[in-house]
């Protein structure tokens, strides 16, 4: 039976694909969850309009993350930590911490993630990176510094 991919499945193939599957899968697993459909004249078209929907979406979450990129290379966000040492801090800053701040901000990375080797444990500067999307990363920088 040909079966139309609604989304990537294990070792089926990718999104909009034509695949072969035997009949009873096809009708007893996969169309009942929603992962493919039957390959017909209008299938095809739905898949089109599908994949046409899904194409202008990214461009615009591309967009917002052009736009965050830009306003995150022009910010830098101050922690404000106790100290124990004259270097060292109580605890350690880590990516909820830099989340809230970069809130304060007016600006919210949901989605987005913080790239960080390990937490904060002394005062400085960090430059850190943030992934806002696939292929789209920006670089802020954190200062910590003594409460």
């Given at each position: 039976?040909?079966?139309?991919?609604?989304?990537?499945?294990?070792?089926?193939?990718?999104?909009?694909?034509?695949?072969?599957?035997?009949?009873?899968?096809?009708?007893?697993?996969?169309?009942?969850?929603?992962?493919?459909?039957?390959?017909?004249?209008?299938?095809?078209?739905?898949?089109?309009?599908?994949?046409?929907?899904?194409?202008?979406?990214?461009?615009?979450?591309?967009?917002?993350?052009?736009?965050?990129?830009?306003?995150?290379?022009?910010?830098?966000?101050?922690?404000?930590?106790?100290?124990?040492?004259?270097?060292?801090?109580?605890?350690?800053?880590?990516?909820?911490?830099?989340?809230?701040?970069?809130?304060?901000e007016e600006i919210d990375l949901q989605g987005a993630k913080i790239e960080m080797a390990e937490p904060i444990r002394k005062l400085g500067a960090y430059n850190l990176t943030v992934h806002l999307t696939a292929g789209i990363d920006a670089a802020i920088r954190?200062?910590?510094?003594?409460?």
């Amino acid at each position: 039976m040909k079966v139309i991919l609604l989304r990537p499945f294990q070792k089926l193939g990718e999104e909009g694909e034509v695949v072969e599957v035997k009949g009873g899968y096809a009708r007893n697993y996969l169309i009942p969850r929603g992962i493919v459909m039957h390959a017909t004249k209008d299938s095809y078209k739905k898949i089109e309009e599908l994949k046409e929907r899904r194409r202008k979406q990214e461009a615009q979450e591309r967009g917002r993350a052009e736009e965050l990129k830009q306003k995150l290379k022009a910010l830098s966000v101050t922690i404000a930590c106790e100290v124990k040492n004259e270097e060292e801090i109580f605890g350690s800053v880590a990516e909820p911490q830099i989340r809230q701040a970069l809130q304060d901000e007016e600006i919210d990375l949901q989605g987005a993630k913080i790239e960080m080797a390990e937490p904060i444990r002394k005062l400085g500067a960090y430059n850190l990176t943030v992934h806002l999307t696939a292929g789209i990363d920006a670089a802020i920088r954190v200062w910590v510094v003594k409460k």
